[in-house]
């Protein structure tokens, strides 16, 4: 079972990393990362380089296509290549997922056209501008596609993920492999439950 995990320069850790740590643990599968450009692809902060030896173009199928966020999605949406092969590597996958910003890319290609679909919350209007109809859910599946919201949202995606390609008890023992259960200090993890000042904190993150 091949999943691919494109990566470009400016990355959201966790919106990879998190389900790469869950999937990789799935028997059977393997996981690969592509870019642009092989060689180093650097994350966000600038600080931890990943080596990526693969070209995007280099893949012509996959299982699972799984497409993260952060700085990386205005590259990816601005490259008309990368989006054509977007699309054609959906039309052969089991599915199609995305996390946090990443679902503006797959909206940009055309997937998320008059589904409802969920992604970091403060790029909302930006998913609904591509016709997508957003929703602030964690993680959201439309038959084969299946998008998570802002980047720790990634690991919930690749749990369910994971049922999806195997079964619930293999899920659940990745889940208790990596002890995944989550017991936040504070209750500020969506904007529903944030106060304003909060959120304005939040927003200056960016």
Known sequence: MDIVIPLF??????DAIGPYEILAYVPGVEV????????????????LPVHVPTRYDEVEQCDVLLVPGGGSHHAMMDDPAFLDWVRRIHAGTRFTTSVCT???????????????????????????SYGAVY?????????????????????????????LLTDEATARAVQLYTEYDPQPPFDTGSVAKAPADIVELARSLD
Do not use: C, Y
């Not at 690969?32 to 600080?47: H, K, L, N």
């Open 32 to 47: 690969r990362f592509v870019t642009d450009e092989p060689g180093p692809v650097q994350d966000v902060f600038g600080a």
């Open 102 to 128: 990443g679902g503006l890319v797959l909206a940009a290609a055309g997937l998320l056209k008059g589904l409802t679909a969920t992604t970091h919350w403060n790029a909302a209007r930006a998913l609904a």
């Open 135 to 163: 929703t602030p859910e964690r993680v959201v599946r439309q038959d084969r596609v299946i998008t998570a919201a802002g980047v720790s949202a990634g690991i919930d995606m690749a749990l369910e993920l994971t049922a």
């Open 9 to 14: 320069d400016r990355f959201e850790p966790l």
